[in-house]
């Protein structure tokens, strides 16, 4: 059974700094593309951030410049390091994996399931 849990999360100051891994049992994360996606209160959920099985990111405008993602084929774990945080990135993040197989790009548009239980993170002074 695919599934994929989420940590990390906290209360952190503006301009503060989490890095939110994401890991993955039941399957070979490797083979997929992993994507981060967070949710705030009265919102829709939109994505965040996507790595492609090789490798390749992308992100939101909104990120972009402040959070990189990475994967540790090791350790069967996504990351998302999250720097410069704003109040306005308070939400639940989420990730999820993509069966898309290709390696060289990665969008946030594709299909993805398996999504975890999310991780609430708080940005606030």
């Known amino acids: 059974q695919l599934q994929l849990v989420e940590s990390g999360g906290g209360l952190v100051q503006p301009g503060g700094s989490l890095k939110l891994p994401c890991a993955a049992s039941?399957?070979?994360?490797?083979?997929?593309?992993i994507g981060w996606f967070r949710q705030a209160p009265g919102k829709e959920r939109e994505g965040v951030s996507c790595?492609?099985?090789?490798?390749?990111?992308s992100y939101a405008d909104s990120v972009k410049g402040r959070f990189i993602i990475s994967r540790d084929n090791a350790k069967n774990t996504v990351y998302l390091q999250m720097n410069s945080l704003k109040p306005e990135d308070t939400a639940i993040y989420y990730c999820?994996?993509?069966?898309?197989?290709?390696?060289?790009?990665?969008?946030?548009?594709?299909?993805?399931?398996?999504w975890g239980q999310g991780t609430q993170v708080t940005v606030s002074s």
């Open positions: 790595i492609s099985s090789g490798g390749s990111t």
């Open positions: 999820a994996a993509s069966r898309n197989t290709v390696r060289t790009m990665c969008a946030l548009g594709w299909s993805f399931g398996s």
């Open positions: 039941g399957f070979t994360l490797s083979y997929y593309a």
